[in-house]
């Protein structure tokens, strides 16, 4: 696995710890096979992230509609989006849903 942190003060998945899904995460969090994306794997309690309700165990699908699948694909994704804010798909519980993320200035 690599390294899996997102943490520039400007970035809006700072505070949130990512990982490869493999086969040992989809067990731990009950994650359906074909579902892909990157887990989840920590988010601090005080990131803008976590106010807007990502949780440990969830599943970024896509960032800005540009499918992610691995940690490397999540950190160009944010990239290229740039600063401002940015569409996330999330699965968590059981279906998917979108968020909006904004920049913390």
Do not use: M
Not at 70 to 82: D, K, M, Q, T, Y
Not at 85 to 95: C, K, Q, T
Request: without cysteine.
């Amino acid at each position: 696995q690599e390294d899996t942190g997102i943490n520039t003060d400007r970035n809006v998945l700072a505070g949130v710890e990512l990982a490869d899904l493999d086969e040992r995460a989809r067990q731990r969090f009950n994650l359906p096979e074909g579902l892909r994306g990157v887990l989840i794997k920590d988010v601090a309690s005080t990131s803008l992230a976590a106010l807007a309700g990502l949780k440990t165990g969830e599943v970024i699908q896509e960032i800005d509609r540009r499918p992610v699948e691995s940690v490397r694909s999540a950190h160009e994704a944010i990239r290229v989006a740039g600063k401002g804010s940015v569409l996330l798909r999330i699965y968590g519980n059981g279906s998917s849903r979108y968020i909006v993320l904004r920049v913390e200035r």
